[in-house]
């Protein structure tokens, strides 16, 4: 199992980015994809999911303002996030079928004015 995150940088709050999570080495259409963020000193932080059937979850602190979304013809899922805040700062992480499950280095989100 690969997966290669992207996408991260550095943003004004009240900007936006878009994370894309490359996959590779497992059936990608069949698996729950999470995103998980983790900020400094913090602990690890469930945000989204979607399923293999495009049932979607949000965490109360990304929603509306997060959109998970798949394309299964590119094994990847994105992240589009809007209205950032600077509580969002975090490395953000794809992972395969829980949030225990294996994921890939994540991408690194800052939001700073």
């Known amino acids: 199992v690969q997966l290669q995150a992207s996408g991260g940088g550095l943003v004004q709050p009240g900007g936006s980015l878009r994370l894309s999570c490359t996959a590779s080495?497992?059936?990608?259409?069949?698996?729950?994809m999470y995103w998980l963020r983790q900020a400094p000193g913090k602990e690890l932080e469930d945000i989204s999911y979607?399923?293999?059937?495009?049932?979607?979850w949000y965490s109360d602190s990304v929603k509306g303002r997060f959109t998970i979304t798949r394309d299964n013809a590119k094994d990847t899922v994105y992240l589009q996030m809007n209205s950032l805040k600077p509580e969002d700062t975090a490395r953000y992480y794809c992972?395969?079928?829980?949030?225990?499950?294996?994921r890939g280095q994540g991408t690194l989100v800052t939001v700073s004015s």
């Open positions: 992972a395969k079928g829980s949030i225990y499950g294996p």
């Open positions: 979607i399923t293999s059937a495009d049932t979607i």
């Open positions: 080495g497992f059936p990608f259409s069949d698996s729950w």
